[in-house]
């Protein structure tokens, strides 16, 4: 099996590109543009690996993907590739415009006449998979699921660029009969999580003794999904679902944000013991405009159709995740001194 794969290189698309080389053994092409989220050490694991390529190039380039498709022919293309923090869109909603929609657009074009000039055996296997968020939605009341049925109602720039890209991809099967099949996930956290994310940052803070910032009162929920369970049910998803048809993607693990960085901080104090308790390092900042309240995804569809399950519930995952933070400094340190925990997406007021 030969897999295309954008955005390889970020945080769900290298724990995908360590799951597809490495457990399933497919030739996999990962194709990445190395921007603010895109780190090549994450793929350490895999490098050298005669099953696996590296091209550095953005989705947007359509002459660069028509050479990608043109010499490693994939029977499948798993696009992550997405500009993918909600407070980095407030302040430059044009790149996420950029890169989610024209982009996507670009990708799915190319992707297309790949496609329509293959023999009927390969195009009948060919599958087109666009990863995208459970932020589409908008946000939930204190009860209810998120399903794939609900309608789009996206906050964000990022949100809506997000919600463009979907219905690009979906118009695509509709219009063209294009094999595209679309998946929506929850909040994922695990190793590699760049650490602008509150996960991560969260951890890293607290283990350099500095604020762990919690927007608003940290009411805010949302359903947590281990990252490499979220990377098995990606290839799932591909291999065996329906063209056409959307599955959501979630761990059932409905957490406040403040809830999360409790337990980040005990399962801290009993790993890293230090002088005091790191929840007294919490510290309430103002809430980021057009924060969604709650998401939570019913994976019923993916769990009875394919029969896909999480193995991590939010317990185990996160004891796994501030364990490989302590044992795996080599990979954060450099991201740390570029990025420090300070915080993005402030709007400035008209007088500045």
Known sequence: MRVLVTGGAGFIGSALVRHLVLDKGYEVLNVDALTYAGYLP???DVEGKANYRFLEANICDRDAMERAFAEFRPQRVMHLAAESHVDRSITGAADFVQTNVIGTFTLLEVARAFWAALDDEDKAAFRFLH??????YGSLGDDGLFTEETPYDPSSPYSASKASSDHLAKAWHRTYGFPVVVSNCSNNYGPYHFPEKLIPLT???????EKLPVYGKGENVRDWLYVEDHARALDLIAEKGRTGETYNVGGRNERKN???VRRICEVLDRLAPSNRPREELIEFVTDRPGHDARYAIDASKLEDELGWRARENFDTGIEKTVQWYLDNEWWWQPLRERYAGQRLGLLKSANG
């Open 42 to 44: 994450s793929l350490r």
């Open 131 to 136: 990863v995208s968020t459970d932020e589409v």
């Open 203 to 209: 951890i890293l803070n607290a283990l350099a003794g």
């Open 258 to 260: 403040i809830d999360v």
